[in-house]
């Protein structure tokens, strides 16, 4: 269900803004701490629950652009199993249900989510794509403005969760545009077998890149060019390393600079699936080329390679651009944040950015988040207390 686009601008105490994994842990949170969805408000149109617009409950709302659940994941290849996809961490309070290893993640995990949404009774409303955030007025403690398709919503607080899958990232490069074969990202890749007999070229060092060039290899010939030699780790990546690695990433964005990829500090892990590779001579990686020509890319040491097509594997920025009006950015490019909290604006909570990128992140990220808000909006005197779900 959308909400209507009538004109009546409706309230919120919080509106979350996207319905992927951060989004729906932070929409956990704010349920268990006893938010009750805005659309039940009277003033909104509904019928008073938990105390509505008189009791002492606060109210949320989550806003997804996408047309059914799941977030990114609905995008994803479908070659991407469930058995080699990165990490996926469970949502809270309920546990993944049995996995077939061989499922597509772009099945599983959307049916996941929508399951979760379902059996929680999170206030989800899509599609529904915001397209701006602004102050309503000078007052710091004052009210937010959220435009979107489906109209005006009034929040005093939001967490916005909108990952980075709408942004993805295009380096520029000398004679990109004569290229006479096909460009793709990896935002908009389907098969290896498209690729069936053409040489193509993977562009970037992160896991998308390696686990890309592994599957294409199978059908074709590749190449594979990065700006940095790769970091691979022999050993998984245990509690310490990842606290270490979340803090490097952390010390940036604190510091108002763009964060980094978590795989940027931790490198790469090996898999017998990329030992494979390896073995076969796929992961003979290049340095940058200097620049591409109509038939293939110009080599660092002056040669020439042709190719067909050039994947760019080289990620994603933050989706933030309707955050624009708020002017959060700082001198250094990046967003200077306090935990989730951006640190100048306290009315707005990020999660799913920079250390919280992770899935296991997204989940940590949406509860502080929802712990900032509530200490932020008067704490469990003014909003009611938590609200345990049925088992």
């Keep these: 269900m959308s909400t209507a686009g009538d004109g009546t601008l409706r309230s919120a105490d919080v509106v979350v803004i996207g319905g992927g994994q951060a989004g729906l842990s932070a929409a956990y949170h704010l349920r268990r701490r006893g938010l009750v969805p805005a659309t039940a408000r009277p003033d909104n149109g509904g019928t008073a629950e938990g105390g509505g617009t008189g009791g002492p409950a606060g109210s949320y709302l989550v806003l997804d652009g996408e047309d059914g659940p799941g977030g990114a994941w609905r995008h994803r290849w479908k070659s991407l199993r469930m058995s080699t996809v990165n990490g996926i961490s469970d949502l809270p309070g309920r546990p993944q249900p049995a996995v077939d290893p061989d499922e597509a993640s772009s099945s599983f995990l ?41 109209g005006d919503w009034s929040a005093r607080a939001i967490i916005n969760a909108t990952g980075s899958w709408t942004r993805p990232f295009w380096p520029i490069y000398p004679g990109r545009a004569t290229f006479q074969g096909r460009q793709l990202h990896v935002a908009d890749y389907v098969s290896a077998e498209e690729f069936r007999g053409r040489h193509v070229i993977v562009v970037g060092g992160g896991i998308s890149a390696v686990g890309l060039l592994d599957e294409i290899s199978h059908v074709t010939g590749t190449s594979w060019f990065t700006r940095r030699e790769p970091v691979w780790r022999d050993t998984d990546f245990d509690r310490r390393a990842g606290h270490n690695a979340v803090a490097l990433v952390e010390e940036r964005v604190r510091q108002g600079l763009p964060p980094q990829s978590i795989v940027a500090v931790t490198g790469l892990l090996w898999t017998p699936a990329l030992r494979a590779a390896a073995d076969r001579g796929v992961l003979e990686r290049q340095p940058m080329f200097t620049g591409i020509e109509p038939g293939g890319v110009r080599r660092a040491d002056g040669s020439f390679l042709a190719a067909d097509v050039i994947l760019w594997a080289t990620g994603f920025r933050a989706e933030l651009e309707h955050l624009a009006p708020l002017h959060l950015r700082g001198p250094g490019g990046g967003i200077a ?33 929802v712990a900032g808000i509530l200490r932020l909006l008067g704490g469990q005197d003014k909003l009611a207390g938590d609200f345990v779900y049925p088992s």
């Design 110 to 150: 959307p049916r996941y989510f929508g399951g979760y949404e379902h059996e929680l009774s999170l206030a989800v409303e899509r599609p529904v794509k915001v397209r701006s955030v602004t102050r309503e007025d000078a007052e710091p403690n004052g009210r937010l403005r959220i435009a979107s398709t489906g």
């Design 337 to 369: 944040m306090d935990g989730t909290q951006v640190a100048a604006e306290p009315r707005v909570h990020l999660v799913g950015y920079g250390p919280s990128s992770s899935t296991i992140g997204a989940n940590r990220a949406g509860r502080s988040a």
